[in-house]
């Protein structure tokens, strides 16, 4: 198919929209990415990769550069509710590697084949792969997400924290530091004047994980958030967080983003519909998004304690993974 001479023009340069431009390069287009931060920085982020994120990479000739950023890996889960925890040994090992290293290496990508970066403007873009849907639900309810890394005895486990109405994963990543990334409602919070340190001390199980670990930044965070999924046809090939904001928890939202990052470079560089690139995320992304919020309601009803002794956390993590 013929290849239009404008360059694709790509609204932001995290692991969706590089991932985008990757792709596109590689079917043959020029592209420029609209970026207004500075790289490498840190990001309110999980940092854990499941396995089929080798796949992905591979496609994208980026995965000797995370290999070599010395991502740790990660062989077990462990899911706290409360009473007792949930163990067991992942399908196959997955990965931890913080988003300073994973922005950057998958950015310098974009710009070896050839990659314009440019800082915001007005110009309009098309493939948006950054920002996420306002948050339309009332104060106090709003949810806020939060994350440091800490200095430490290190595990092989990604362990998920769940209590008061709050979501706290723990997981390594390169470089022997491990990521503490957490997401809660405004009011829980608030009452706690968001000193993050105070809000982890409220799950024992938690507390104690941390105990012999330093915290080596300061806390930062985002929000509101909204989960939400822009499953319509617009004017433009969203992905990444623009497209799908997902429960955490599943671990899948990096898979995610440089997934649909990549079939939008794809569809725009092919001059596809929008409402085709539609089509392929919501195959992808429907099972876990839907998985997902249902896990959620069983959390914020107290049935997962209950629920999670009867359900193998093997077959519980194989829910939670996109569509091929």
């Given at each position: 198919?013929p290849?239009g001479?404008d360059?694709i023009v790509?609204s932001?340069?995290?692991p969706?929209?590089?991932s985008a ?13 609209v970026?207004k931060s500075?790289?490498?920085r840190?990001?309110v ?5 499941s ?9 994208l000739g980026a995965?000797?550069a995370f290999?070599?950023s010395?991502p740790?890996?990660?062989?077990r889960m462990?899911l706290?509710?409360?009473r007792?925890?949930k163990i067991?040994?992942l399908p196959?090992?997955?990965w ?7 922005d950057h290496l998958?950015?310098?990508r974009?710009?070896a084949?050839?990659a314009e ?6 110009i309009?873009?098309r493939v948006?792969a950054?920002g996420?849907a306002?948050s339309?639900i009332?104060?106090?309810?709003r949810?806020f997400?939060f994350?440091a890394?800490?200095?430490g005895p ?8 769940f209590?008061?109405g709050c979501y706290v994963g723990?997981n390594?990543?390169e470089?022997g530091?491990t990521n503490?990334?957490g997401?809660?409602?405004e009011?829980?919070l608030?009452r706690f004047h ?15 994980r941390?105990a012999?670990l330093?915290?080596?930044m300061k806390?930062?965070?985002t ?8 499953f ?11 497209l ?6 599943t671990?899948?939202?990096l ?5 649909t990052?990549a079939?939008?470079?794809?569809a725009?560089a092919?001059?596809?519909t929008?409402a ?14 839907e998985?997902a919020?249902l ?5 914020e ?10 359900v ?12 091929k």
């Open positions: 198919m290849r001479t360059p790509i932001g340069g995290g969706a929209g590089s431009a990757i792709a596109a390069q590689l079917e043959g287009s020029t592209v420029r990415i970026e500075k790289f490498p840190h990001k982020c999980g940092e854990f990769f396995p089929e994120i080798a796949r992905e990479l591979h496609r995965w000797q290999l070599d010395s740790a890996r990660i062989r462990k706290h509710f409360g007792r925890p067991c040994n196959e090992p997955a931890g590697l913080s988003r300073y290293a994973f998958l950015l310098q974009a710009r084949l050839g970066i440019v800082p915001a403007s007005s309009e873009a948006v950054s996420r306002p339309e009332h104060r106090g309810r949810l997400g994350k890394h800490f200095t290190v595990d092989d486990a990604v362990e998920l924290f209590f008061d723990v390594t990543v470089g530091r503490v990334c997401l809660g409602p009011d829980q608030r968001f000193d993050y340190d105070a809000i982890v001390r409220q799950s024992p199980a938690l507390a104690h941390l012999p330093n915290r080596e806390w930062i965070s929000g509101p958030l909204r989960y939400t999924q822009r319509s046809p617009e004017s433009a090939y969203f992905a990444g967080d623009a799908s904001f997902v429960d955490p928890f671990g899948s939202g898979l995610a983003a440089v997934r990052g079939l939008a470079g794809i725009a092919r001059h596809d929008v085709q690139h539609v089509r392929r995320c919501r195959a992808s992304l429907k099972k876990p998004f998985i919020g896990f959620r309601k069983a959390v009803t107290g049935w997962a304690d209950r629920l999670a002794g009867l193998p956390g093997r077959f519980l993590f194989a829910l939670t993974r996109p569509g």
